[in-house]
């Protein structure tokens, strides 16, 4: 499986390989890649944040699997990878979010709170006694001037910022897909449908019950969650419904 | 203060953060306590106070913040005759000094470092109501001992005058004045003030509240400092005498 020169280099996670690697931070983006894929898709006028819920049997509750989740009220964030390192991440960010409002009185601008949370996933990669974050994070807000903002956040505690991206499984598919069919004219509507056209790459029949979408617009720059039926007229669309 | 649940795995500490405390240096600023008891207590007999008069007047295109020079011990020797009471702290932000001079001088130095960390962390300066808020965090979770400052500023929302006391009370208004001298310079700016004022007539105003003040309050005078803050930047000029002031 794997040679006795790299064993010897992943016990610890804070030794470098002989060639500059950090293994456990590897490993940890490939426990991301284990799961469903989620959706970042940034417009003029607002952002859109999408993802499957993996539903792996009849009997559980839908709504109980959470992939995207509320931070404030003009940032949400779609998670990939170990949801229980992802609760954590989320919740982290939501007190910081708060920590901005009682320190300044304002909301927190996205690119503050990506590398506020990157900041924590990096240390926790070069201190004894912890193990990487196994998560990312899409995270789509509205700046207080009314920028919409798209950040990534990876194990190695790195913030990207995107126009469009995906974390989680078959990235590489589903970003040449993004790649292929995003342009920056299109309407915050034009980036749902891209984003449940993306989500349909990997998963042909799509139900709209299993799908989150959330938007942030940049008019009322408020999280707003899309019912089942939004997402199914936008299935239509494209004809990524059930029925097809 | 209470630890949120999130640790910094490499220094063991709070992760999230104190939103009452100065990111830096902490250790000066302990909570209560009996170190903070006791330097109040030294603070009330022998430490230097401003006395004081500073006024903030705000006007359209930008604000005036004016003090006198007199710092003093329990308000009956003149320990120095040549403060300058009013620094900025801000691109386009002032905060004047009133009470103790070296906590009103400590408050100073955080505050600034605490905006030019926000500005380099976000590209941007902050807001003047941001500021504000900040240091009435701080007025209130820290002892910085018995300061009421006045904080003045210009951002992309206009001129903004603050007043934040020792308890950390924010109260924004088109014009402030505190310290010892706060009624008589009231007393010049009460009618005269109109909002419509240009920025020369509020410096005139301003001036003529600290030369009233000067006359009757014994914890005021030794001339005046003024500073004009606009959307370009900061500008402050000292005088010997407030007479001076006018012919500029």
């Known amino acids: 499986m794997q040679d006795q020169n790299q064993q010897a280099y992943d016990r610890g996670l804070t030794i470098f390989s002989p060639d500059g690697r950090l293994y456990q931070v590897e490993y940890a983006r490939e426990a991301i890649k284990r799961g469903t894929a989620s959706i970042g898709v940034r417009t003029a006028d607002g952002v859109v944040i999408a993802a499957d819920r993996q539903v792996r049997s009849p009997l559980v509750e839908e709504q109980s699997i959470e992939k995207l989740h509320r931070i404030d009220d003009h940032i949400a964030v779609a998670s990939a990878g170990h949801v229980a390192d992802a609760r954590q991440l989320v919740d982290f960010a939501r007190e910081q979010a708060q920590v901005n409002r009682l320190r300044y009185d304002e909301p927190i601008d996205v690119e503050s709170l990506a590398k506020e949370i990157t900041d924590y996933i990096q240390r926790h990669t070069q201190s004894g006694g912890v193990r990487p974050f196994g998560a990312a994070l899409a995270i789509g807000g509205v700046d207080p001037d009314g920028t919409p903002r798209l950040f990534e956040t990876d194990p190695s505690g790195t913030p990207y910022e995107w126009k469009a991206t995906t974390i989680g499984g078959n990235r590489e598919e589903l970003m040449g897909f993004l790649e292929a069919e995003y342009h920056e004219e299109m309407d915050l509507d034009g980036g749902v449908t891209l984003a449940l056209e993306t989500l349909a790459q990997s998963d042909d029949d799509i139900d709209p019950e299993a799908v989150e979408v959330s938007v942030i617009d940049t008019e009322t720059m408020t999280v707003r969650s899309l019912e089942s039926d939004e997402i199914a007229a936008h299935l239509a669309e494209f004809g990524g419904d059930d029925d097809e | ?248």
């Not at chain 2, 605490?114 to 500005?119: I, S, T």
């Not at chain 2, 310079?185 to 600290?210: H, K, N, Q, V």
């Open chain 2, 1 to 248: 203060m209470t630890m949120s649940r999130f640790t910094d795995p490499l220094t063991g500490e709070d992760a999230v953060g104190d939103p009452t405390a100065p990111e830096l240096g902490t250790g000066a600023f302990g909570n209560g306590g009996d170190g903070a008891d006791q330097a109040r207590a030294r603070d009330d007999e022998t430490v230097n106070k401003t006395g004081t008069t500073t006024i903030g007047i705000s006007t359209d295109d930008g604000v005036i913040v004016a003090t006198d020079r007199r710092a003093s011990l329990g308000g009956r020797f003149v320990s120095n005759k040549s403060v300058q009471k009013v620094e900025q702290i801000h691109p386009t932000g002032v905060l004047t000094l009133v009470g103790s001079v070296g906590g009103a001088q400590s408050f100073i130095r955080t505050l600034r470092s605490e905006a030019d960390l926000y500005e380099a962390r976000k590209g941007e300066p902050m807001s003047i109501h941001a500021l504000a808020t900040l240091a009435g965090n701080f007025a209130r979770g820290g002892p910085f001992f018995a300061i009421n400052p006045i904080l003045g500023g210009v951002d992309e929302e206009g001129s903004h005058v603050y007043s934040i006391d020792p308890a950390g009370g924010v109260m924004e208004d088109e014009y402030t004045v505190t310290g010892s001298g706060m009624q008589l310079a009231y007393g010049t700016i009460e009618g005269e003030y109109d909002p419509e004022m240009s920025l020369d007539e509020a410096r005139e105003l301003a001036i003529r509240a600290i030369a009233a003040a000067t006359e009757r309050d014994t914890g005021s005078g030794n001339g005046v400092y003024v500073s004009t803050v606009t959307d370009e930047g900061v500008e402050i000029e000292g005088f010997e005498d407030t007479d001076e002031a006018h012919a500029q």
